[in-house]
């Protein structure tokens, strides 16, 4: 019986992994929990849930938890992604 859920193992790109490092230091820092994550990743609207990949679901939940603590500004994030 297929479940739908690929289960094989992945190669985590440069993307994923600092993802998941700011995800630590964010954690130890105190500034996001893990629950936390999980609650903004479940408060993706789900046609954006299904149209973004794993770790981009990882960063929108950082993203929106540090924009509701107040620890950056919409306006300081919109400068940093333009000069990515």
Not at 19 to 36: F, I, P, T, W
Not at 72 to 78: D, H, P, Q, Y
């Amino acid at each position: 019986m297929c479940s739908g859920v690929d289960t094989e193992p992945h190669v985590l790109t440069d993307f994923d992994r600092e993802v998941d490092a700011l995800r630590q230091l964010l954690s130890l820092k105190g500034l996001m929990s893990v629950d936390e994550l999980r609650r903004g990743i479940e408060a993706i609207p789900e046609p954006e849930y299904h149209a973004l990949g794993y770790y981009q679901r990882w960063i929108r939940s950082i993203a929106d938890n540090l924009l509701r603590r107040g620890v950056v500004t919409e306006a300081e994030l919109r400068r940093a992604l333009a000069a990515a």
